[in-house]
């Protein structure tokens, strides 16, 4: 029975602690800056929202894209804020830095991140951090002059043929926009 209370206590004060963790960080949340990127497909259709926030060690994206085809995609942010009149608009990846591409080089885009995999109902989430943009000032900020978006691409991306990871065809896009 004592082991039980033990047990108990530990469940509770885990729980009181998550909680506390929590509303601390939702509040924390609240104040850091976000950025947003409607992506469209080329035919103009809504693909799903990807949001940035700004965390002290880093941007989190995070969204729901959706009319992929089912398997892995390559996500980048690319150089220009404009999507239009075609995704190659967007430019090649935002790279400050004058980086090589890929995890293998040093040092990489700014824009490179991580693939996405879409089910087989064409579904995906994107869930990353990286530690190689900014929603602040300065030269790594994606709210650059002339601004930067965010590039959904046909294929994967194989993290190391220049200049852009092998990933085909654009098939999404979003101008990454404040708040």
């Known amino acids: 029975m004592r082991h039980l209370r033990t047990t108990a206590r530990l469940i509770l004060g885990s729980a009181l602690a998550v909680a506390a963790l929590t509303a601390g960080t939702v509040s924390a949340q609240t104040a850091m800056?976000?950025?947003t990127a409607a992506v469209k497909g080329p035919d103009g259709k809504d693909l799903g929202t990807v949001t940035l926030t700004q965390y002290p060690h880093g941007v989190v994206l995070r969204g729901q894209l959706s009319g992929l085809t089912p398997g892995p995609h390559a996500i980048h942010i690319h150089a220009n804020g404009t999507c239009s009149p075609d995704f190659s608009a967007a430019g090649g990846h935002f790279n400050p830095?004058?980086?090589?591409?890929?995890?293998?080089?040093?040092?990489?885009h700014s824009g490179?991140?991580?693939?996405?995999i879409a089910d087989a109902g064409g579904k995906a989430g994107v869930e990353a951090i990286t530690h190689l943009v900014?929603?602040?000032?300065?030269?790594?900020?994606?709210?650059?002059?002339g601004g930067t978006s965010f590039v959904v691409h046909a294929g994967p991306d194989d993290y190391t043929s220049q200049p852009a990871g092998?990933?085909?065809?654009?098939?999404?896009?979003?101008?990454?926009?404040?708040?």
């Open 97 to 108: 830095g004058n980086g090589k591409h890929g995890l293998v080089e040093s040092p990489i």
């Open 112 to 116: 490179d991140l991580p693939n996405i």
């Open 33 to 35: 800056p976000t950025a």
């Open 166 to 179: 092998n990933s085909g065809d654009r098939v999404g896009c979003g101008v990454i926009t404040k708040g």
């Open 134 to 145: 900014t929603l602040g000032d300065g030269p790594d900020s994606v709210f650059k002059p």
